[in-house]
């Protein structure tokens, strides 16, 4: 359980998702709320509005709706369409073959 590794979690109230989307995500290309996204560690699609923001080592980290249980942040969060891509790079990372 993943829970005991985060310090709190954020309460947002729906009308204000996207904006604190728009704040806390580190990459370009935001996205909506109404889109669908893959957690890796979860191996499970979620829809953004899910999306959890939580306090941990002083700093505000996007996480899945999974994160308690499988620990999926946005660093592991990919398109639908990208998962055999990101699988097979996440693989090679772990064997000490990724860059």
């Given amino acids: 359980n993943l829970e005991i590794l985060h310090e709190m979690e954020y309460v947002i109230p729906d009308a204000d ?26 191996e499970k699609t979620f829809a953004v509005r899910d999306f959890r923001v ?32 990101a699988v097979r790079a996440f693989a090679r990372k772990e064997d000490g073959d990724g860059e």
């Fill in 54 to 85: 939580i306090r941990w080592h002083g700093a505000n980290l996007l996480a899945s709706p999974y994160f308690p249980r499988s620990g999926g942040m946005l660093v592991d969060w990919v398109a639908p369409g990208e998962t055999d891509k």
């Fill in 17 to 42: 998702r996207q904006k604190v989307l728009e704040e806390v995500y580190l990459f370009q290309d935001v996205p909506k709320l109404d889109d669908t996204l893959f957690d890796l560690h979860e």
